[in-house]
């Protein structure tokens, strides 16, 4: 059998992940230290993302708010949290964030739709590198990929989605042409998923050699 089978069975050999610096996630069940540095990615750890699994009890939403109360408190970092079972409510209150509840009947949406410019700074204040920024070329690959996901969409139906959603930002006064600061002057709306349906049965009625596509986007 290979050298490395012995190898990793001597007394000698080292347990657990240690970055060296970094977050203490505790020990592992050999008794080694498992530190890891999440914003440095490693040759082994190409990218920052973690995954926390465990039984029922077991503290893995303390362990969440220890990150995040580093992350936060000691770094300075932006926050952001998911949390469907408001588990995180009372500790982002306490610390004078805010808490959105999205959905129809509130104020506050997320949508997919909504033109968004991609960022060259660090300065979520500075605005001034998205201003001549054109909204779709920043805002269409986003949205075609969010729907690809969403709805399972063949990569060879994904021209004719575009050529809609095109259309589809045409009816709210949003072109190829159409920047950032344009956008923001004249206090331009989005389109929403009806809009989009809407578009697909008027482009798949026209008779186009694509309209079979865009009734198959439709469904």
């Not at 069975?9 to 020990?27: E, V």
Request: glycine content about 10%.
């Amino acid at each position: 059998f290979p050298s490395r089978t012995i190898g990793w069975s001597l007394f000698c050999q080292n347990p657990g992940i240690d970055d060296g610096h970094g977050i203490r996630l505790g020990h592992d069940s050999a008794g080694g230290l498992v530190r890891e540095n999440v914003v440095v990615a490693s040759n082994g750890r190409p990218n920052h993302n973690m995954l926390v699994l465990g039984e029922t009890g077991c503290g893995k939403s303390a362990l969440a708010k220890h990150l995040f109360l580093m992350e936060y408190l000691v770094y300075g970092s932006k926050v952001i949290i998911f949390d469907p079972e408001g588990e995180f409510v009372d500790l982002c209150r306490a610390l004078g964030g805010d808490v959105v509840r999205p959905g129809t009947k509130s104020a506050a949406k997320l949508s997919p739709f909504q033109p968004r410019a991609i960022s060259y700074s660090d300065d979520e204040d500075d605005e001034d590198d998205a201003a001549e920024q054109l909204v779709l070329l920043s805002t269409l690959p986003f949205v075609k990929s969010f729907l690809k996901i969403a709805f399972t969409i063949e990569d060879g139906l994904l021209e004719s989605l575009e050529v809609a959603l095109e259309r589809t930002y045409a009816g709210y006064g949003i072109d190829k042409d159409t920047t950032f600061s344009e956008y923001r002057e004249r206090s331009m709306s989005y389109p929403v998923m009806e809009d989009l349906y809407r578009a697909l049965g008027e482009l798949a009625e026209q008779g186009s050699p694509a309209a079979a596509e865009y009734g198959r986007l439709a469904q």
